[in-house]
C-alpha cells in the first residue's frame, strides 16, 4: 500500500523540480522594454517635434519595427494610428495626407532607435502618443509599448521694434526698444538677443538668456564690459539696448529676435517659438578733425529740494594741444560757463547760489564736465544743453562752437497729500429742487500744484459717470449726458476758493439720485512746458435721495362755508403740499360742476407764470369772485353775492411746471383735489294768506266777489303771482281746478272752458285792490257757479344775478259759494245702473228728465265718463240748449272717436248717449249734468238750475269663443274643418263607384285548387291582375 503512494511522490518532486529549472533559464534571459522620450512635453502650433522610441531586450532581427498611435483626451480609449514603419497603409485617413506629404514621417536612428517627426503642428496633435513595437521574440516577455503626452499651445509670442531709420553721429549714444510679450498659460522663459546685420552677416550685440544671464557678442564683449553697451529690461515686456560712444563700426540694421523656452522634465530647455522684428537702420557719421558735445542728466525727473547733476562731454583727438570752454545753457538762457582755464562763471541769481553752495561746476578731465545744482527749485526745470567753444588760445575767442543736444529735466512738486471732503446741503431733496456739494480740500503741506477737479456721479443700478470737470487752467468739461443740462444751466460749477469747488444741481430729476463724489487731480508743470499729473483725490461718496414729485404732491380743497344764504360770501381755499417749491411753479386750475348738472366746466386757472385764465363759461363768476395766491402756494377763491348759479360742485387741479429751457416750460405732475360742495339757498319764505273759511249765499244775475288777502311777506319788494282754483264740490278739503291765474307781471291766463268761452271769460275778472288784496270778481252768478273756490300765491324775489326765483307759495282758505234760485224744480232719474254689452255692440245710455221748472225750460246736456274710480271725470261732449253738439278731450281732434259716441234727443224729457261699436277701453261710470235754461224778464236765456244723473256703469264683455268663431279666426283650421273633409269624402266615392263599375274575372276550376286558392279568393279584384 505504500509503495504506490511513495512512486507518486517521487514524480510530482521530479516535475516540479523541471518547471523551476524551465522558469530560472527564460529569467535569466533579457525582457523586452520600449523606451519612449520622457513627458508630458508642451510644444508651440506650427512647430517641428520629435519624439525618441528606443526598444531593448528584443530577440532575433537586431533591426525592430515601431508603429504610431494617439488618443485624445475626449475620447481616451479611442486608438488612432499614425503612421508605421512595417506598413505603409497603416495611418488613419485624419493622418494619410500628412504622411503622404512627408509632414509625419519616421527617422530611424538605428535598428532599434526611431525619431517621430511632425512638422507644422496642429491643435489637434495634442493627446497621448503610443510607441508599440511589433514581437520579434519566440514568447511575449517584457512590455511592447510605452506611452507619452503631449501639449500643443498657440504660438502666443510677439516681438515689435519700431522700423525706423537714425543719423548718428561718432560718440553718440543709440537707444533701441524691443517690446516682447507672451500669453502662453504654461511656466515659459524668454530670451532676448539684438543683432546687427551688416550686408550678409548678423553679428550678436547682446543678448538675455532664458537663465537670465547677458552675454554679448563677440565684438561686443569689451564695450559690454566697459558698460558702453547695455541690456535693459523697462517694465513687463520692454528691453532697451543702449550703446554709449557710437563708432564707425556700429552703422547697419538692428533688429530684435525673441525666443520663448520651456523646460522638459529632463531639465533640459526647449525652444517652443521665436520671433523677430523689423530692423533700424542707423546711419554714423564721423567726426574727423572736429569735436563734439554731449551732454547727459543723472535724472530726468527731479522732485523738488533734491539735486541735479549735468555732465557736458567733449568727444574730440589731441586734447592737450586744443582750448576747450564749456557753457551750460537753460531755456536759451546761459547760466555758467567754465573757461580752458577751468575758471567758472555764474550768472544772475547763480552766483549767490554759487556762495550758498547750492551750484558747483568742475572739470573731471579734458573731456568731463560737471553741473550740480542742489535744493532744486520748480523753477530749475526746463530744457538744458551745453556749447563747447574752441578758441586758439586761452584768452583768445572761440572760432569753433558745437553745442550739445537738449535734455528736458522736470522739476516735480512732491505730491501733497491732500485730504479731500464732499458735503452737500441736503441728503433729501424733491424732485425739481436745488441740491448743492461742495469739495472742500485740506493740505497737510504748505502748498500744491495746480488743481484740476471732476464731479463724479453713481446712479442706483452702480453705473459711474462724470459730470462736469474743471482743468488745471480753469478750462471747464462737460461730460455726456449732461451737456445740455449745463448750457441750461441746470448744472453749474464754481471755484469758490483755491481749496473750495461747488456743484450746482438746479431742478433735480429722479435720476439725480445716488452717491457723488469729487475727483481732484493735482498737476506741476514740466521743463518743457507740458503739464505732467502728479496726484489723484477722491473724496467719500455722499448719497442723496431725490423724493418723486409724485410721491409727496397732495392738493386739498377745504372750505369753512358749505352753505350759504343768497347775497352770501363764500370762501375755498386750494392746499398745495409741499407748501413751498423753489424750483417748480404750480399753477391751479379750478373746475365747477352747477348743481342738478352732470357737466362741469373750466372755472379760473391761477398759471404757473402769474397770470389769471377764466374759463369760456365763467361769466357769471367774473365781478364777484377773487382769486389770491400766497407765498405758500394755497390759492384761495372768494365768491360773493352768491346765488344758486354758483352753487354747485368744485375741485382743484394743480399742476407742477419746471422750466426745461430758459424760455420753455414743461408740466412734471399733476394732483386732483378732493370735492367741496357749496349749497346756496333762498331766504325762509315767510309768505301768509287768510286762513278762514268762508261761505257766500248768493242768488241768480247776483255779482259775487271773493277776496284772496295775503297777510305776510318774505320782503316788502317781492312779486306775487296769483292762481285761482274751483271745484265745485262743497267743502273745506277739495282741489280745484284752475280758472285763471295773474302773473308777477299781472297778466293774466285763463284756463279750461274759460280759455274755449269768450262769454265765460267775461264773466270771471280779477281785480287788485292793493299790494295785499286780490279780488275774483263773478258777474251774473247762475247755479252753475256755485262751489268751492280758493287762491294759490306765488312769491317772487330778484337773485344776485337779476333773476326772479321763486322764494315761496301758499294756498288760501276755501271760500264756498252757494247759488240759489227761488223757484227752481229740476229732477232727474239719479237711479245708479248696471248695463251689460258684448264687443262691438251698440249701447244707450238714457239721461231722464223727471221734473222741470217751466214748461218752456230750455236744457244743455253734457256726458261725463269715468273709467277708473281713482280717474278723473271727464267731458265727452255736450248739446246746449238748441241742441248744437259740442266735443271736449280726444273727440275732438280724433274723428274715429267723434263717430264712436253720439248724443240724441229721443224726446223733450229724453236724452241718450250712443257709444257705437262699444270696446273693453269704454267699460266705465256715464252720467249726464243738465242745465235748465229759462227765459228772465229782460228776455235773457239764464240758467236757472242744474242737475246730475245717477251713474250708469258699462261693462263691454269680450265675446264667448265658439268652433265657428275659432274656425274663422284661423285659416288653416278653417281648412281642416270645413274643406279638407268634403275634399277626402268625394274621393272615397270616386273610389266605390270605381270597383262597383269594373267588370268581375272568371272563376278557376277545381282542379286547381291548391294552397293558394283562398289567396287568390280573397284578392280576386282588378288590382290583382
Known amino acids: 500500500m505504500e509503495q504506490p503512494c511513495f512512486k507518486d511522490t517521487s514524480s510530482k518532486i521530479r516535475t516540479f523540480l523541471i518547471c523551476f529549472l524551465i522558469l530560472s533559464f527564460d529569467l535569466c534571459t533579457a525582457q523586452r522594454q520600449v523606451k519612449l522620450q520622457e513627458g508630458p ?7 517641428h517635434i520629435t519624439i525618441q522610441c528606443d526598444v531593448s531586450g528584443y530577440q532575433q532581427s537586431p533591426e525592430q519595427n515601431f508603429e504610431w498611435f494617439i488618443s485624445h483626451p475626449e475620447k481616451p480609449t479611442m486608438k488612432i494610428q499614425i503612421i508605421s514603419t512595417i506598413d505603409p497603409n497603416f495611418p488613419y485617413a485624419v493622418y494619410e495626407k500628412r504622411v503622404r506629404n512627408n509632414e509625419i514621417y519616421i527617422e530611424r536612428i538605428k535598428g532599434d532607435s526611431v525619431l517621430l517627426h511632425i512638422a507644422n503642428l496642429q491643435r489637434s496633435d495634442g493627446g497621448e502618443y503610443e510607441c508599440y513595437t511589433p514581437s520579434t521574440d519566440s514568447a511575449y516577455w517584457g512590455s511592447y509599448n510605452a506611452l507619452m503626452n503631449l501639449t500643443v499651445i498657440s504660438d502666443t ?25 507672451k500669453q502662453t498659460s504654461q511656466h515659459t522663459h524668454v530670451a532676448v538677443s539684438w543683432y546687427l546685420q551688416k550686408g550678409d552677416q548678423n553679428l550678436k550685440v547682446i543678448s538675455l538668456t532664458q537663465d537670465f544671464i547677458l552675454r554679448p557678442g563677440e565684438s561686443y564683449k569689451q564695450r559690454q564690459a566697459s558698460g558702453d553697451v547695455r541690456l535693459d529690461k523697462i517694465g513687463a515686456t520692454s528691453f532697451k539696448l543702449t550703446i554709449y560712444k557710437l563708432q564707425m563700426s ?13 523646460q522638459d522634465l529632463d531639465k533640459s530647455w526647449h525652444e517652443l517659438t521665436n520671433k523677430r522684428t523689423e530692423n533700424t537702420t542707423v546711419n554714423v557719421k564721423s567726426i574727423g578733425k572736429g569735436f563734439l558735445a554731449l551732454i547727459e542728466a543723472t535724472a530726468v525727473d527731479i522732485a523738488v529740494g533734491g539735486s541735479l547733476e549735468i555732465i557736458c562731454t567733449v568727444e574730440a583727438q589731441n586734447f592737450p594741444e586744443r582750448f576747450f570752454s564749456v557753457v551750460w545753457f537753460l531755456n536759451n538762457n546761459e547760466i555758467i560757463r567754465i573757461g580752458p582755464n577751468a575758471v567758472p562763471f555764474f550768472h544772475g541769481e547763480y552766483k549767490m547760489r554759487e556762495t550758498l553752495g547750492k551750484v558747483t ?9 560737471f553741473l550740480k545744482i542742489y535744493q532744486i527749485q520748480v ?19 572761440a572760432f569753433s562752437t558745437k553745442k550739445s543736444k537738449e535734455v528736458a529735466i522736470t522739476v516735480q512738486r512732491p505730491q501733497a497729500n491732500l485730504n479731500v471732503v464732499i458735503s452737500s446741503n441736503t441728503t433729501e431733496v424733491l424732485e425739481g429742487d436745488f441740491l448743492q456739494f461742495s469739495c472742500d480740500i485740506h493740505s497737510v503741506t504748505a502748498g500744491y500744484g495746480q488743481l484740476a477737479i ?6 442706483k443700478k452702480k453705473q459711474n459717470s462724470d459730470i462736469i470737470g474743471m482743468n488745471w487752467d480753469g478750462i471747464q468739461d462737460t461730460y455726456q449726458p449732461y451737456h445740455e443740462r449745463v448750457i441750461n444751466s441746470d448744472i453749474r460749477m464754481t471755484r469758490v476758493r483755491s481749496d473750495s469747488f461747488t456743484l450746482g444741481i438746479y431742478n433735480a430729476l429722479a435720476t439725480d439720485e445716488g452717491q457723488y463724489a469729487c475727483k481732484l487731480m493735482e498737476w506741476a508743470a514740466e521743463s518743457n512746458g507740458n503739464w505732467k499729473l502728479i496726484g489723484e483725490y477722491v473724496s467719500d461718496n455722499k448719497a442723496v435721495t431725490i423724493k418723486s414729485l409724485e410721491s409727496s404732491f397732495v392738493v386739498t380743497a377745504i372750505t369753512r362755508t358749505p352753505t350759504v344764504s343768497y347775497y352770501g360770501t363764500f370762501e375755498l381755499q386750494c392746499y398745495i403740499k409741499p407748501a413751498y417749491l423753489t424750483h417748480v411753479s404750480a399753477s391751479v386750475s379750478w373746475k365747477f360742476q352747477p348743481a342738478n348738472s352732470n357737466g362741469s366746466y373750466h372755472l379760473v386757472t391761477f398759471t ?7 374759463g369760456d363759461k365763467a361769466e357769471n363768476f367774473k365781478g364777484k369772485m377773487i382769486v389770491v395766491k400766497t407765498a405758500s402756494n394755497t390759492v384761495r377763491l372768494s365768491v360773493s353775492r352768491a346765488s344758486k348759479l354758483e352753487a354747485g360742485k368744485f375741485l382743484c387741479i394743480a399742476e407742477l411746471w419746471g422750466r426745461h429751457h430758459p424760455n420753455q416750460w414743461v408740466m412734471k405732475t399733476s394732483a386732483t383735489s378732493n370735492i367741496l360742495e357749496v349749497k346756496v339757498r333762498p331766504p325762509v319764505s315767510l309768505l301768509k294768506l287768510t286762513k278762514q273759511v268762508r261761505t257766500i249765499q248768493k242768488r241768480i244775475n247776483d255779482i259775487t266777489e271773493l277776496e284772496c288777502r295775503i297777510s305776510a311777506r318774505t320782503q316788502n319788494d317781492s312779486q306775487l303771482s296769483i292762481t285761482w282754483l274751483f271745484n265745485k264740490t262743497l267743502g273745506p278739503n277739495v282741489t280745484g281746478e284752475k280758472l285763471l291765474s295773474i302773473d308777477r307781471n299781472n297778466i293774466v291766463q285763463y284756463y279750461g272752458k274759460l280759455f274755449t268761452n269768450m262769454k265765460k271769460r267775461m264773466k270771471f275778472q280779477d281785480e287788485k285792490t292793493s299790494n295785499d288784496v286780490y279780488k275774483l270778481i263773478i258777474q251774473k252768478t247762475d247755479v252753475n257757479d256755485s262751489g268751492s273756490y ?46 251689460s254689452s258684448s264687443e262691438d255692440a251698440v249701447v244707450e245710455i238714457e239721461c231722464c228728465i223727471i221734473n222741470q221748472t217751466h214748461m218752456q225750460s230750455q236744457f244743455s246736456v253734457a256726458w261725463c265718463f269715468q273709467g277708473d274710480p281713482k280717474a278723473k271725470e271727464t267731458t265727452l261732449l255736450q248739446t246746449d240748449r238748441n241742441n248744437i253738439l259740442q266735443y271736449y278731450g280726444d273727440l275732438r281732434t280724433d274723428p274715429q272717436k267723434k263717430m264712436k259716441f253720439q248724443s240724441m234727443k229721443a224726446s223733450s224729457k229724453t236724452y241718450k248717449l250712443i257709444v257705437q261699436k262699444a270696446a273693453l277701453s269704454d267699460s266705465g261710470v256715464y252720467f249726464c249734468n243738465v242745465d235748465e235754461w229759462v227765459s228772465s224778464p229782460q228776455n235773457e236765456w239764464v240758467i236757472q238750475g242744474s242737475a246730475r244723473s245717477g251713474s250708469t256703469t258699462l261693462q263691454v264683455q269680450a265675446p264667448v269663443a265658439t268652433l265657428h268663431s275659432k274656425a274663422c279666426a284661423s285659416s288653416s283650421l278653417f281648412y281642416f274643418i270645413f274643406i279638407y273633409p268634403f275634399i277626402i269624402f268625394f274621393a272615397l266615392i270616386i273610389v266605390a263607384l270605381y270597383f262597383h263599375k269594373r267588370p268581375k274575372k272568371p272563376q278557376k276550376s277545381a282542379n286547381n285548387e291548391c294552397l293558394w286558392t283562398a289567396i287568390e279568393t280573397i284578392n280576386g279584384n282588378p288590382i290583382s291582375e
Open 41 to 47: 512635453l508642451v510644444r508651440a502650433e506650427g512647430r
Open 157 to 181: 509670442l510677439s516681438a515689435t521694434s519700431v522700423p525706423q531709420t537714425l543719423n548718428k553721429v561718432e560718440g553718440d549714444s543709440l537707444e533701441l526698444v524691443c517690446e516682447v510679450s
Open 250 to 262: 556700429d552703422q547697419g540694421k538692428f533688429y530684435c529676435e525673441s525666443t520663448e523656452w520651456i
Open 361 to 369: 561746476v568742475r572739470k573731471k578731465n579734458d573731456r568731463v564736465y
Open 379 to 397: 523753477e530749475d526745470g526746463g530744457a538744458y544743453y551745453c556749447q563747447v567753444e574752441e578758441s586758439e588760445k586761452i584768452s583768445s575767442g
Open 454 to 459: 471732476t464731479w463724479q456721479f453713481m446712479n
Open 608 to 614: 404757473h407764470d402769474t397770470a389769471i385764465e377764466w
Open 790 to 835: 280758493y287762491c294759490h300765491v306765488m312769491e317772487w324775489l330778484l337773485d344776485p344775478n337779476n333773476i326772479w326765483y321763486k322764494v315761496g307759495e301758499n294756498t288760501s282758505a276755501i271760500t264756498i259759494v252757494q247759488v240759489h234760485s227761488a223757484d227752481a224744480n229740476l229732477q232727474l232719474n239719479n237711479n245708479n245702473i248696471t248695463v
